[in-house]
């Protein structure tokens, strides 16, 4: 698309592809998208497309339609070869060939089968149909405003939402939803009299094989029905979900289900009828069960009214409290959506003992490639890592993350109508990567980024951009908050250093920084008790400080400054260490990103040399406020003598 960065689908991808002789056989809208992307290519390079049986090198072939993504990739004897019988894993199995450019024409003979390991892989855009006066245009967006929505209605830009969806299959995104979880009186909408305007998107995103989704509130029958009350047992609430449902799939067809975040943050919900959380999601998937429909019900649910000096009362144990006892009760297409951590995305946190603590339930992990706590799209921080950690993570052994998402792998988009797609032309990994993981989520992290470079920036630069950004995570956490305790940040934005921001706050983020130490006490023993929310094999691990990571300690403990760590260092000495450290390796990576004018586009690397300096001032403003704050806290002093302003 003109005027649109590319991505990582730049042309000259196409070449290996758009050279040769290739046989596409099948029918159907995404055998249709296939074709029209390789007579594309042909057209730019010079090869040729066919439905007839020839002369040709590559064979793309539709053997049925039974929904499938799974496709059988072989060569040999100078043809290659991909074969499906789903139409989606005809897409897919195209774009694999792309991915593996020349490689996939090599003589020596092979034959692989791919298949998703998670069946629902999603984004979940935080988009608001009309500004919001405090959240603007998208909730926690740092890419420009939204693509779909504009002055409170659709955009006309369906050009641009149709190079966003084949970004997402070409990465194996197969769900989005298209609005705000945080359901204002725009969005509500959306479900009634404005459905039409959703269909436009769908029918643009069917193209590449996207369902579309739409978060609705739990009180549209009353705002939008026009209905006394929204009581998930009461006969009037279920038919109109009921009607409502199949107005919308008259419209969509393929719909892919609701959205739902209740009880949360001021939404509404079912505790206002005193229902639980399974009532509420089961009225809804009674709705939508018989159009095949699921309906994603978020966990983000707890006490945002806590009393600051009510050391009992703790967020991090409030998903697990509410929800665990209602295993067993959800209907078959109702999925509990999860945070992959117990807090709100902090740069390091533990994986939520609720993925695995639901054996009746089916639940889906949700991560967040908007970078709301990890420099929000103007610094370099690439999740990969972290988001491997988390789906290789066993809660119990045999038994990762990745493999108890059964409703799916959800993240919090990150995109908007910023050239870039990211803001960030380097948080496009971030997307790229999430898509990777979802389809396998045991794959290398390092693997997928190289992927991506290779694909978006060629060999040149390769090196240097992998420098930039294989190690960015663990440079944002250790110039920002320390061992785990999260949050520091600036209140309400989230942007920037403030130690004290959220510390005597309703919100339920405390640190209890004092004279004597730092850290949250959720042990058994002694704390809020968080730490036996775990199976007992990571439950052992993190009651103890002796017992605890590193990484951790302060998310679980309470500890003096002079708390020796596994490293050797004090825990103080960790801090000011790692805040110095985290400044030099943003300085460092500057200066690679600079030695690379030349060999990248000089609009893009004019745009990431740009954000280098305000990752730089930012990263030097955090180093001076979180030394300067324990400093004076405890009254230890580096030991290596440097000048702590």
């Known amino acids: 698309m003109r005027g649109v960065d590319p991505a990582w689908l730049p042309d000259e991808v196409f070449r290996p592809i758009g050279t040769r002789r290739t ?25 040729g497309v066919s439905r007839e049986p020839g002369s040709y090198d590559l064979l793309l072939e539709l053997t049925a339609d039974d929904g499938s993504e799974s496709f059988t990739y072989a060569r040999g004897d100078g043809l290659t070869t991909v074969t499906a019988s789903g139409a989606r894993g005809l897409l897919y199995g ?49 890419a420009g405003g939204s693509l779909f929505w504009q002055d409170g209605r659709a955009r006309g830009d ?80 279920r038919a109109w979900w009921a009607e409502a449902t199949a107005r919308v799939y008259e419209a969509i067809p393929d719909f892919g289900g609701y959205v739902v975040k209740a009880d949360s943050e001021g939404q509404p919900g079912p505790f206002a009828y005193g229902r639980s959380h399974a009532d509420g999601a089961n009225l809804l998937a009674a709705a939508l069960e018989p159009y095949g429909g699921t309906v994603h019900w978020r966990a983000f649910v707890y006490d945002h009214h806590q009393d600051w000096r009510d050391r009992t009362t703790d967020r991090a144990r409030a998903a697990y409290d509410h929800f665990t006892p209602l295993d067993g009760e959800f209907a078959a297409n109702a999925v509990l959506q999860v945070k992959h951590g117990p807090m709100d995305f902090q740069v390091r946190e533990p994986v939520s003992p609720l993925i695995g603590a639901m054996p009746g339930t089916r639940l889906a992990v949700e991560l967040q490639a908007t970078q709301e706590y990890t420099g929000q799209q103007r610094h370099v921080c690439w999740l990969g890592p972290m988001w491997s950690e988390v789906l290789r993570f066993e809660q119990e052994e045999g ?28 948080a496009q990994a971030n997307l790229y990567t999430f898509g990777r993981l979802a389809w396998r989520p045991d ?54 250093p403030s130690v004290d921001g959220y510390e005597y706050s309703p919100w339920g983020t ?30 052992e691990v993190y009651e103890t400080v002796a ?51 030349g060999l990248v586009d000089p609009v893009r690397h004019a745009r990431v040399a740009e954000l280098f300096e305000e990752q730089l001032r930012g990263a030097r403003e955090w180093r001076d406020q979180i030394n300067s704050y324990f400093l004076r806290k405890s009254g230890v002093p580096d030991e290596r003598g440097r000048i702590i302003h």
Request: contains cysteine; charged residues 20%; proline residues 5%.
């Open 94 to 142: 195209f774009f694999h060939v792309v991915r593996l450019g020349e490689d996939a024409f090599l003589p020596e003979p092979t034959r692989e089968t791919h298949e998703p390991a998670v069946g629902l892989r999603m984004l979940d855009h935080w988009d608001n149909v009309a500004v919001h006066p405090v959240m603007g245009q998208v909730e926690r967006g740092y």
């Open 23 to 47: 046989l596409i056989r099948g029918s159907g809208p995404l055998v249709e998208t296939v074709y029209g992307e390789v007579a594309a290519a042909c057209a730019r390079y010079g090869g």
């Open 399 to 426: 038994s990762s993350v990745g493999e108890l998402a059964r409703g799916g792998l959800v993240a919090v988009s990150n995109v908007g109508d910023d050239p870039f797609w990211t803001g960030h032309p380097l």
């Open 443 to 496: 794959a290398d992290a390092l693997e997928i980024l190289d992927e991506w470079i290779r694909l978006t920036f060629g060999a040149a630069p390769a090196a240097g951009v992998r420098a930039v950004l294989a190690g960015s995570w663990r440079t944002y956490e250790k110039y920002t908050a320390p061992l785990g305790v999260g949050f520091m940040v600036q209140p309400g934005h989230h942007y920037g």
């Open 547 to 597: 017992s605890c990571p590193d990484e951790l300690l302060l998310f679980f403990h309470h500890v003096p400054y002079g708390r020796e760590l596994k490293s050797g260092k004090t825990v103080i000495q960790h801090i000011y260490d790692t805040h110095f450290e985290g400044v030099d390796e943003v300085e460092e990576a500057r200066r690679v990103w600079g030695s690379l004018a």
């Open 158 to 237: 369906l050009e641009r939402v149709a190079a966003y969806g084949r970004l997402l299959a070409s990465c194996g995104i197969n769900a989005v939803a298209v609005n705000n979880v945080n359901v204002h009186a725009a969005e509500a909408r959306l479900l009634t009299d404005r459905i039409g305007e959703v269909a436009e998107l769908a029918r643009v995103f069917r193209a590449y094989g996207i369902r579309t989704h739409l978060s609705v509130t739990f009180a549209a029958p009353v705002v939008l029905g026009g209905l006394s009350s929204a009581d998930p047992l009461d006969p009037g609430v």
């Open 510 to 539: 405390y640190h209890f920084a004092d004279r004597d130490g730092v850290g949250v006490d959720r042990s058994v023993a002694s704390g809020t008790g968080f730490a036996g929310q775990y199976g007992k094999r990571w439950a």
